[in-house]
């Protein structure tokens, strides 16, 4: 079993910038790859970015340029430091674990870009 808690959503001003994190905690060793979805209401879930153990990322063509993920292994915690947010970046952030056999979810936390 895999838990995973983020933090860091919140109101911000188009351009502006917001970091997410998202810190895990349970079956560590299983985990492949984590890494931050979105879901906006009337829309599907979408692939932000992703981490794999070797540090691999990997991003959507919507956010390349101003997305960062990175991670902090001592704290088995990942970051998404967002840049120049606009309006449409507005969604649930959800944490993403993919382990072995399985796929852990965040409960996810908003992210909301004025104009």
């Known amino acids: 079993q895999v838990q995973l808690v983020e933090s860091g959503g919140g109101l911000v001003q188009a351009g502006g910038t917001l970091t997410l994190s998202c810190a895990a905690s349970?079956?560590?060793?299983?985990?492949?790859?984590m890494g931050w979805y979105r879901q906006a209401p009337g829309k599907q879930r979408e692939l932000v970015a992703d981490?794999?153990?070797?540090?691999?990322?990997n991003y959507a063509d919507s956010v390349k340029g101003r997305f960062t993920i990175s991670r902090d292994n001592a704290k088995n915690t990942v970051y998404l430091q967002m840049n120049t947010l606009k309006p449409e970046d507005t969604a649930v952030y959800l944490c993403?674990?993919?382990?072995?056999?399985?796929?852990?979810w965040g409960q996810g936390t908003q992210v909301t870009v004025s104009s």
């Open positions: 349970g079956s560590i060793f299983r985990i492949n790859a």
């Open positions: 981490i794999t153990n070797s540090g691999s990322t």
């Open positions: 993403h674990a993919n382990a072995v056999r399985h796929d852990y």
